[in-house]
């Protein structure tokens, strides 16, 4: 996988700069002035300690170091800086220069991690322009170790998070399984009320089931739509969708949805598509919890740098303790034992949201009436004709 043009134009961004260890002070100085004619910073050390320190400190994009120094051998620096606990310090490429230009030392250099090897006397202009691809070539093993380990990350969280959707899945049908085989094994001895409640539990257990499947398809969704769509959108867009797909469900409960959008275009870095999947899980969550004849109010609107949707309700509110584990899936709050679903909803919210930038927000105390989800991105700056 290619390191992304974020990655590369912030590698831009930043002048590199390397370390140079050589107890020769003339030497060093020509090494100096010659990297700094090709844009390449410079620091010096002249001895092996301090050189250890500076890596650890400074953490160049590339050392020159002598091998022969008068505290610390060189191969026993570079073997450091090898073996270092840190994967992208122990990654920092390393040129050896030495005087001692046979083939063994060569050899020996190369076998204890060296990625290049010059002898004395040089050219200044070769020394950079070796230096110049071991910077590049640092920089790009870095941004794909970054972006590696991002994805197995990602994996590992996906794994987890399926891991207990299973679980939840596998126990909500052995509960089903539970009362449908007492349904059928006492039918003809169990009263009209006796068999409602059973009746009602393997149907809201259906209902359960219901919901995680299409939690699974909603972050399915989400990781399709990372890769392949358009990823700037007005809100606006996507919130009103979203308000169309919910509008009859929340009909159905006397609840009214009202619109607030911005006038002009609410810029945010993330697709449509997204957009409109957070505006319809909050929507949703909040259709769950109102009671009938209350109201739920959809916002859109920039405020400085940031473009901002909100939905807001004046249900029941949320505790501090339900704010503490809201978004975790596995978790259900104290308001939810009659509500349908999974819980999966709100973090499909906060985990699409946090894929673009998002920022989401609670605003509840419990004790007042109502909840306002806030969700913010950084808004992309207008062109200027």
């Known amino acids: 996988m290619q390191p992304s043009e974020d990655q590369l134009s912030a590698s831009a961004v930043v002048p590199p700069f390397v370390l140079v260890v050589e107890d020769e002070h003339e030497i060093a100085d020509i090494i100096a002035l010659n990297l700094k004619g090709r844009g390449i910073g410079s620091i010096h050390s002249d001895t092996g300690l301090y050189a250890c320190t500076l890596v650890a400190e400074r953490r160049p994009d590339a050392i020159i170091l002598d091998l022969m120094l008068p505290d610390i051998d060189g191969r026993e620096i570079c073997r450091l800086i090898r073996g270092h606990d840190d994967p992208r310090l122990s990654r920092t490429p390393i040129l050896m220069l030495t005087a001692l230009g046979d083939q063994t030392h060569r050899e020996r250099g190369l076998e204890i991690g060296a990625d290049d090897y010059m002898s004395k006397p040089f050219s200044p202009k070769e020394l950079c322009l070796r230096v110049e691809k071991l910077i590049e070539k640092g920089r790009r093993e870095s941004s794909s170790a970054a972006e590696i380990g991002s994805l197995r990350r990602e994996a590992e969280e996906s794994r987890m998070r399926e891991s207990a959707l299973l679980h939840e899945i596998t126990n909500r049908l052995v509960a089903i399984g539970g009362f449908s085989k007492r349904l059928e094994a006492r039918a003809h001895s169990l009263d009209e009320d006796e068999i409602k409640a059973l009746a009602r539990e393997i149907s809201r257990g259906a209902t359960y089931l219901e919901s995680a499947a299409s939690g699974v398809r909603k972050l399915k969704e989400v990781e399709e739509t990372c890769q392949s769509f358009e990823r700037f959108c007005d809100l606006r867009e ?21 619109e607030e959008m911005a006038e002009e275009m609410v810029s945010a870095p993330l697709p449509v598509e997204v957009a409109r999947l ?6 949703e969550n909040a259709i769950n919890y109102c009671p009938i004849m209350s109201s739920i109010t959809v916002r859109t609107f920039i405020r400085g740098d940031e473009a901002i949707l909100e939905v807001e309700d004046d249900g029941p509110g949320i505790g501090q303790e339900d704010r503490k584990n ?27 949201a946090g894929r673009f930038g998002g920022l989401v927000e609670i605003k509840s105390d419990g004790k007042r009436e109502g909840v306002l989800f806030r969700v913010s991105f950084v808004s992309p700056k207008k062109e200027v004709v």
């Open 278 to 283: 957070i505006v319809s899980n909050l929507l």
């Open 326 to 352: 809201i978004f975790d899936y596995r978790y259900r709050g104290k308001n939810s034992s009659n509500v349908p679903g999974t819980g999966v909803g709100l973090y499909i919210v906060k985990a699409a």
């Open 238 to 258: 996507g919130s009103m969708e979203a308000v169309l797909l919910h509008k009859r469900q929340a009909e159905i409960k006397g609840i009214l949805i009202i």
